[in-house]
T-cell receptor, first 112, second 112 residues
Framework: DPKIIQKPKYLVAVTGSEKILICEQYLGHNAMYWYRQSAKKPLEFMFSYSYQKLMDNQTASSRFQPQSSKKNHLDLQITALKPDDSATYFC???????????FGEGSRLIVV | GDSVTQTEGQVALSEEDFLTIHCNYSASGYPTLFWYVQYPGEGPQLLFRASRDKEKGSSRGFEATYDKGTTSFHLRKASVQESDSAVYYCALSPDSNYQLIWGSGTKLIIKP
């Protein structure tokens, strides 16, 4: 059974709309992350959270907002979607800082 | 700043060929070094890691040795199989930092 659940697996959205990508991990980890992967940038770090607190943000746009309602939960809200946001978004977790990352299967977003 | 360089964007081999994917890094101290593998349609997964100079990491026939002198962590496999076709990422974790520094990835293509 997958230990990191991402929903939805595939998503088509209209330019200007808002979507939320869901991520839950059942590994008992303290840190969670969001990464983006597109043809332009192979694997791009976005955010890191530890104990539900933002540790690092490498995303320039405020249109991307992580939301953590529980320690094992880190959603990603994306507003005012643009075609350039089309990518696969990966959620990951680790026991703590500097530890091995475990990735989910990704949410593939297409913005038309 | 810290960085990871993978010189090969793509490597094409035949089955049973010897594989080398080069990884050089730039970081202070003793970062932890990782190799991740990403199969089509999946998130990256850890192949192995190493934390000390001269430490060898290995898994599934792949291996790499942490070399602080040459700041390298080259991935090798003696005899590749078609099932090894994937993208391989070298990464490093600076001390007590939540953000992994990723290489650009190397796509391995195995010709049957």
């Amino acid at each position: 059974d997958p230990k990191i659940i991402q929903k939805p697996k595939y998503l088509v959205a209209v330019t200007g709309s808002e979507k939320i990508l869901i991520c839950e991990q059942y590994l008992g980890h303290n840190a969670m992350y969001w990464y983006r992967q597109s043809a332009k940038k192979p694997l791009e770090f976005m955010f890191s959270y530890s104990y539900q607190k933002l540790m690092d943000n490498q995303t320039a746009s405020s249109r991307f907002q992580p939301q953590s309602s529980k320690k094992n939960h880190l959603d990603l809200q994306i507003t005012a979607l643009k075609p350039d946001d089309s990518a696969t978004y990966f959620c990951a977790s680790s026991q703590d800082s500097g530890n091995t990352l475990y990735f989910g299967e990704g949410s593939r977003l297409i913005v038309v | 700043g810290d960085s990871v360089t993978q010189t090969e964007g793509q490597v094409a081999l035949s089955e049973e060929d010897f594989l080398t994917i080069h990884c050089n890094y730039s970081a202070s101290g003793y970062p932890t070094l990782f190799w991740y593998v990403q199969y089509p349609g999946e998130g990256p997964q850890l192949l192995f890691r190493a934390s000390r100079d001269k430490e060898k990491g290995s898994s599934r026939g792949f291996e790499a040795t942490y070399d602080k002198g040459t700041t390298s962590f080259h991935l090798r496999k003696a005899s590749v199989q078609e099932s090894d076709s994937a993208v391989y990422y070298c990464a490093l974790s600076p001390d007590s930092n939540y953000q992994l520094i990723w290489g650009s990835g190397t796509k391995l293509i195995i010709k049957p």
